[in-house]
């Protein structure tokens, strides 16, 4: 199923549902596994002009964090 698929069928008009579609857009696009969309804080989100820096802690593939 795709992205745009799945986002018709949550109703973004409640707060679950926008947080929902927050977290599948943010895991699609910054290509996240289910653990690490889990294990995001507010603290891992950095707003900038345009958009979100993430910092990840270390992962599954990169478990050095060398990016």
Same mark, same amino acid.
């Given at each position: 199923? =795709?992205? +745009?698929? /799945? @986002? !018709?069928? /949550?109703?973004?008009?409640?707060?679950? &549902? *926008? +947080? !929902?579609?927050?977290? /599948?857009?943010? &895991?699609?696009? *910054?290509?996240? +596994?289910?653990? =690490? @969309?889990?294990?995001?804080?507010? !603290?891992?989100? =950095?707003?900038?002009? &345009? &958009? @979100?820096?993430?910092? @990840?802690? *270390?992962?599954?593939?990169?478990?050095? +964090?060398?990016?």
């Amino acid at each position: 199923m =795709e992205v +745009r698929q /799945i @986002l !018709a069928h /949550i109703d973004r008009s409640t707060a679950k &549902g *926008a +947080r !929902a579609a927050a977290l /599948i857009l943010l &895991g699609y696009a *910054a290509a996240l +596994r289910c653990s =690490e @969309l889990a294990a995001l804080t507010l !603290a891992d989100l =950095e707003p900038r002009p &345009g &958009g @979100l820096l993430l910092h @990840l802690l *270390a992962t599954k593939t990169d478990p050095d +964090r060398r990016g």
